[in-house]
């Protein structure tokens, strides 16, 4: 199985891995880790290396060039895929996902679509 791990601005990770939890139950090789408020980058890099070292491992980011998406990058081991934009349908749809394929360059592609398929005006679907 495809480990996941979500990294974000303070609590927002672990918030969205609790909130996955209670609707799909424990889930297996999945991790949150945040920036706290005041923490330096580098104690964030300390506490995430040993997870980024996991080859294969799909990571979600909450911003684009935020801090813990800035940290990741230099760390991720090959064959690995850091995505950005973390929201709550991509995380449930990684947990899926993760069900159905090893590969995850796959999952972080299905993770891209169903990402921008979560973002609506008003309800109404734009794809």
Known sequence: ????ILISHGGLAQSMLD????????QEDC?????????PACA??????PLLRRSGAVVLT????????????????????LVTGMNLGMVVEA????????DPREIA??????????ITLGGVPTL
């Not at 199985?1 to 996941?4: C, D, I, N, Q, R």
């Not at 909450?62 to 895929?81: C, I, K, W």
């Not at 592609?109 to 979560?118: D, E, H, K, Y």
Request: glycine share 10%; proline share 5%; hydrophobic share 45%.
């Open 1 to 4: 199985m495809v480990t996941l």
């Open 95 to 102: 947990l899926w996902a993760r069900k159905a394929s090893d």
């Open 109 to 118: 592609i299905s993770l891209v679509r169903q990402g921008r398929a979560q």
């Open 44 to 49: 964030l890099a300390t506490r995430c290396r």
């Open 19 to 26: 909130t996955v939890e209670l609707l799909m139950g424990h």
């Open 62 to 81: 909450d911003l684009l060039l935020g801090s813990p998406t800035n940290v990741v990058f230099p760390l991720l081991a090959e064959g690995s895929q």
């Open 31 to 39: 991790y949150a880790l945040g920036l706290d408020p005041g923490e």
